[in-house]
């Protein structure tokens, strides 16, 4: 696609239950990033994958919170028996980076988000 | 361990005038990248501009540039012109040259008064 797109949107759901929110980068971006963003903060960072791998998962927040990426592209972050302090924007973020590439901008693309609400 | 401060959580500016939106960063790396990033209320978040730290000229893109200060560790943005279309939170970022993590700060939320 042209740019990152997550879904759904917006996600309304009961304390306890399980949900999946996925990401679909733009084509070609070998760096995706998970980060949650809540009311009034700034950016707090999640997980990070290179191609297929997550050589850095240190801001899950527990072990409730897990992501995957296949194909190197599409990717999923599923958090488990929701919590109401889940409740936020999950945001992606894409990158054309990789280690040893020539070409580095530092620039990173972000999706719209998704908007959890846990009730 | 890297950080960014943002000590504006609010500013507000008048259509057509210029404001100064501020950023501090602690590092002991030499060789980084800085960003501001836009976040209006649609959520999706744009780049606005970025600054390598080996460039000494400041960066500049359109009504927006910045003014580095790399000995001070500071990356404050100016606007320019304001516009309407301008309102929205600013995140400034730091992200290490040889390292993929960035640093975002708490974002300054910008209003543009008509």
């Given amino acids: 696609g042209a740019g990152v797109s997550q879904s759904p949107s917006n996600k309304v759901t009961e304390k306890g239950k399980d949900v999946e929110l996925r990401c679909d980068p733009i084509s070609g971006h070998t760096a995706?990033?998970?980060?949650?963003?809540?009311?009034?903060?700034g950016l707090e960072f999640l997980?990070?994958?290179?191609?297929?791998s997550a050589p850095d998962k240190s801001g899950?927040?527990?072990?409730?919170?897990?992501?995957?990426?296949?194909?190197?592209?599409?990717?999923t972050l599923t958090i488990q028996r929701t919590q109401q302090e889940d409740s936020a924007v999950y945001l992606c973020a894409?990158?054309?980076?990789?280690?040893?590439?020539?070409?580095?901008?530092?620039?990173?693309?972000?999706g719209e988000g998704s908007r959890l609400t846990v009730l | 361990a890297q950080t960014v401060t943002q000590s504006q959580p609010e500013m507000s500016v008048q259509e057509a005038e210029t404001v100064t939106l501020s950023c501090t960063y602690d590092?002991?790396?030499?060789?980084?990248y800085l960003f501001w990033y836009k976040q209006p209320p649609s959520r999706q978040m744009i780049l606005v501009i970025r600054q390598e730290a080996y460039k000494q000229q400041n960066a500049t893109e359109n009504r927006f540039s910045v003014n580095f200060q790399k000995a001070a560790k500071s990356f404050s943005l100016k606007i320019s012109d304001s516009?309407?279309?301008?309102?929205?939170?600013?995140f400034c970022a730091y992200r290490s040259r040889g390292t993929y993590k960035y640093i975002f700060g708490t974002g300054t939320r910008l209003k543009v008064l008509a």
Avoid: H
């Avoid at chain 2, 590092?27 to 980084?32: A, G, H, I, V």
């Avoid at chain 2, 516009?83 to 600013?90: E, I, K, R, T, V």
């Fill in chain 2, 83 to 90: 516009q309407l279309g301008d309102a929205a939170m600013y």
């Fill in chain 1, 94 to 110: 894409s990158s054309l980076e990789a280690p040893g590439l020539a070409v580095n901008t530092g620039e990173l693309f972000f």
């Fill in chain 1, 47 to 52: 997980i990070y994958f290179q191609g297929n």
């Fill in chain 2, 27 to 32: 590092t002991s790396e030499s060789d980084y």
């Fill in chain 1, 60 to 75: 899950l927040p527990s072990d409730r919170f897990s992501a995957e990426r296949t194909g190197g592209s599409v990717s």
């Fill in chain 1, 32 to 41: 995706l990033y998970w980060y949650r963003q809540s009311l009034g903060q």
